[in-house]
T-cell receptor
């Protein structure tokens, strides 16, 4: 079964706009990760945020974590057509990763 | 070095056939994982190896699924008597042991299995 649920399930924006995706999970976590999957590069790890962190940045990515609400968000600023992909939140990683159902992002040039 | 590779990239099987999917992890990576990804869903964990030892096979959906990694490097996922519900992309991932609590997993391109 999949632990996380991303919201929205699909998102379409214009190039240059910001994209925000949300993730909710059910059980306590040590960390939460975000992955991107597209046909060109497959499934790629983007960023990890630990349970004692509230916000983390990596380039145009910003991830927030609210453990009291069991939720996380991924913000992509100044989106590009190349950001078109499915984005998954996931937990775990030492022995296995449990993925959500994903948000399909389309960035229109 | 090279990333995780998987073969074949595409496999079409008739219902009832046996299939074998291969994964070549990144050289030196101790841990290897198999995931199943149905269309429109996120990957779901199948099984995990540390070297040649299969430490977790809790995600294997039935006894028709079998995985091995006999020499602690290449792994094979075998599905016997395939069913239509086995149609999915099978992803392999590997990670190194760095002593940290979290070890990033590197994923292969996957094998898309279609059972007719």
């Amino acid at each position: 079964s999949q632990q996380g649920e991303e919201d929205p399930q699909a998102l379409s924006i214009q190039e240059g706009e910001n994209a925000t995706m949300n993730c909710s999970y059910k059980t306590s976590i040590n960390n939460l990760q975000w992955y991107r999957q597209n046909s060109g590069r497959g499934l790629v790890h983007l960023i990890l945020i630990r349970s004692n962190e509230r916000e983390k940045h990596s380039g145009r990515l910003r991830v927030t974590l609210d453990t009291s609400k069991k939720s996380s968000s991924l913000l992509i600023t100044a989106s590009r057509a190349a950001d078109t992909a499915s984005y998954f939140c996931a937990r775990g990683g030492y022995q296995k990763v449990t993925f959500g159902i994903g948000t399909k992002l389309q960035v229109i040039p | 070095g090279a990333g995780v590779s998987q073969s074949p990239r595409y496999k079409v099987a008739k219902r009832g056939q046996d299939v074998a999917l291969r994964c070549d992890p990144i050289s030196g990576h101790v841990s290897l994982f198999w995931y199943q990804q149905a269309l429109g869903q996120g990957p779901e964990f199948l099984t995990y190896f540390q070297n040649e030892a299969q430490l977790d096979k809790s995600g294997l959906p039935s006894d028709r699924f079998f995985a091995e990694r006999p020499e602690g490097s290449v792994s094979t996922l075998k599905i016997q008597r395939t069913q239509q519900e086995d149609s999915a992309v099978y992803l392999c991932a590997s990670s190194s042991r760095t002593g940290r609590a979290y070890n990033e997993q590197f994923f292969g391109p996957g094998t898309r299995l279609t059972v007719l």
